[in-house]
């Protein structure tokens, strides 16, 4: 079976500090994986993603992932936070032929403090 | 309106009711999904619909019916509901479903099953 695990549930940090949001992916298929984010009363949206290539992915806001796939990973990154980043993220996995249907992690809630 | 648009944003609802939440994307896209985001719990895909077609019911109750009538729109209509249906509701659209394409989500409806 498939399954996204998102090992922190919450992250605190200072503004401009870096910041890695853990996310290990279980798959015996390759897989696609996402990074998407979660402001207050908003729906969701897509930061980065990966498909093939290059391990090291860049996404929107600054955020840039690692594809580790020897540890079955999908870290996501920032070097220097700010107050706005607050928000829910969510990694993410579309393996194989299942088209469309996305497993999510439980989510990491990052606060960014003053 | 641009992108994912969701109504009501919010709805109270009796477990005798029936209403219907309606999603409306404005970005040409070919498929179309249900999430359900309960607290503390993962993202549920809930329904997959491609050119109109549903391509995936992810074992979700019967009192939970879903409706496309062309590629733009998707209803879920909701009767005799139960408390712990309460949640926000996420719909999504995507080009297509193959590839890995990225899905843009709407604000979501907070459903309350009183």
């Known amino acids: 079976a498939q399954s996204v695990t998102q090992l922190d549930s919450q992250v605190p940090v200072f503004e401009e500090a870096p910041v890695e949001l853990r996310c290990n992916y279980s798959s015996s298929v390759s897989v696609y994986l996402f990074w998407y984010v979660q402001y207050p009363n908003q729906g969701l949206q897509l930061l980065l993603k990966y498909l093939s290539g290059s391990t090291l992915v860049k996404g929107i806001n600054g955020f840039e992932a690692e594809f580790n796939k020897s540890q079955t990973s999908f870290h996501l990154r920032k070097p220097s936070v700010h107050i706005s980043d607050t928000a829910e993220y969510f990694c993410?996995?579309?393996?194989?032929?299942?088209?469309?249907?996305?497993?999510f992690g439980q989510g990491t809630i990052l606060t960014v403090h003053p | 309106e641009t992108g994912v648009t969701q109504t009501p944003r919010h709805l109270v609802m009796g477990m005798t009711n029936k209403k219907s939440l309606k999603c409306e994307q404005h970005l040409g896209h070919n498929a179309m999904y249900w999430y359900k985001q309960s607290a503390k719990k993962p993202l549920e895909l809930m329904f997959v619909?491609?050119?109109?077609?549903?391509?995936e019911n992810n074992s979700v109750p019967s009192r939970f019916s879903p409706e496309c009538p062309n590629s733009s729109h998707l209803f879920l209509h909701l009767h005799t509901l139960q408390p712990e249906d309460s949640a926000l509701y996420l719909c999504a659209s995507s080009q297509a479903i193959q590839g890995a394409y990225e899905q843009y989500f709407g604000p979501g409806t907070r459903l309350t099953v009183t």
């Open positions: 993410a996995m579309e393996g194989g032929t299942s088209y469309g249907k996305l497993t």
């Open positions: 619909y491609n050119f109109k077609e549903q391509t």
